[in-house]
């Protein structure tokens, strides 16, 4: 396993500045999730760090040594994509294997290797198997398995689950992430799925527009995001974020009827309040926060989703326990827990309570 650290990266396709300035240090054995909207380099900058694309300016450095002008095949990293590209003649033995055959390693020790790989990733019943007989999952075994094989100094994956079913995706992850524990080996994956990020990731790098934007465990970004940016992009359901202004010391909710509450404003001046639909509760009508209908309802067995339309087209999320029936169509006052708002200044930047 290796440290990887980017310093000053930028990437310019044409006149299209994708990657702009990525500083970044990845410890020995760490498990790094990137997330960011559809466009914003998460795939560029994999690649910049595989080699398989150059940098315009700035530096790679693998365990402190500069690798930015090497070859992918001189940086012993494994990248596994999305779509698993095996070798449809091969089986499941060859294809894993290929890398050490064409490396011209013995076969005898290729054997070995192969089987100690299958072994890990609990593919040895299906070493025969041509890739057009296994399921999706085991594709993607066989994918990992290949990279495996040639002892990377750390993996890089680029959406590796989002070809596979639901249900697949979670058994994946839990192999990833048993597979990282048993290892060790430091890893970059890039994903769009909310819980791969929360679940796999020591720590999540945020990106837009080819910047980091916040980079912390997936605690401190759900619970502390620097910015609405990264307030409404971690976390499933969405942070609700209502616009609002201060009076007397005290939050008004800019709604439809100005809503005064009971939260405690911040000094500095805030424009914006975000809030998670599980420190947000329905009661009646008596001095509620806010007031709002009920116009839908998900129930989902262990958990349910309540939106109430607050007017002024703003549609908040609320977690109700799953027990209690929602009538929809009904007016309810909701309550936000005060020690649970986030305050946001007009150009969106997180102000501290
Ligand atoms: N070879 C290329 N030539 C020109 N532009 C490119 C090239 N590769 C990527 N881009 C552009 O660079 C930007 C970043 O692309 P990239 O694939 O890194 O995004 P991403 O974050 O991985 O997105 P997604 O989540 O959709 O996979 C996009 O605007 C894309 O169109
Ligand atoms: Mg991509």
Redesign the pocket.
């Known amino acids: 396993m290796a440290s990887i650290e980017l310093k000053q990266i930028h ?1 310019w ?2 006149t ?1 500045h ?2 702009n300035g990525v500083d970044l240090s990845i410890q020995k054995g760490e498990f790094v999730v ?1 997330v ?12 910049i760090i595989a080699g398989l ?1 150059d940098a315009t300016s700035g530096s790679i450095l693998i365990d402190s040594k500069d690798v930015t002008g090497n070859l992918p095949s001189e940086r012993s990293l494994a990248m596994v994509f999305q779509s698993y590209a095996l070798y449809p003649h091969m089986n499941v033995k060859e294809n894993i294997g290929f890398a050490l055959k064409t490396a011209g390693v013995e076969k005898k020790i290729i054997d070995k290797k192969v089987a100690e790989t299958a072994n890990i990733l609990e593919l040895s019943t299906l070493l025969n198997r041509l890739p057009k007989q296994l399921s999706g999952g085991q594709r993607q075994r066989v994918a990992i398995g290949r990279a495996i094989i040639r002892e990377p100094k750390g993996f890089l994956f ?2 590796p689950l989002s070809n596979l079913d639901a249900a697949l995706r979670v058994n994946m992850r839990l192999e990833i992430s048993q597979l990282h524990k048993k290892l060790g080996i430091t890893t970059i994956y ?1 994903t ?1 799925d909310q819980t791969e990020a929360m679940t796999l990731a020591d720590r999540i790098v945020v ?1 837009n527009k ?1 910047k980091v934007v916040q980079e912390g465990t997936p605690r401190a970004l759900y619970n502390k995001p620097n910015s609405l940016f990264v307030a409404e992009f971690i976390g499933s359901p969405k942070m609700n974020v209502i616009p609002c202004n201060a009076q007397n010391g005290k939050v008004i909710l800019n709604l439809e009827k100005k809503s005064k509450t009971k939260i405690k404003s911040p000094k500095q001046e805030i424009s914006k309040i975000g809030i998670r639909a599980e420190a947000i509760s329905i009661t009646d009508i008596n001095n509620p926060d806010l007031f709002g209908k009920l116009v839908l309802c998900e129930y989902l067995g262990s958990e349910q989703f309540a939106y109430v339309d607050c007017g002024n087209g703003i549609l908040i999320t609320v977690r109700v326990e799953p027990a209690i029936e929602i009538k929809i169509g009904s007016e309810i006052g909701l309550n936000l827990n005060p020690s649970s708002v986030h305050f946001f200044s007009e150009s969106g930047l997180r102000i501290e309570p």
């Open positions: 990437k396709f044409d299209l994708v990657i990137f960011g909207p559809s466009g914003c380099g998460k795939s560029t900058l994999l690649r694309e680029d959406e890039v769009h990106l080819g």
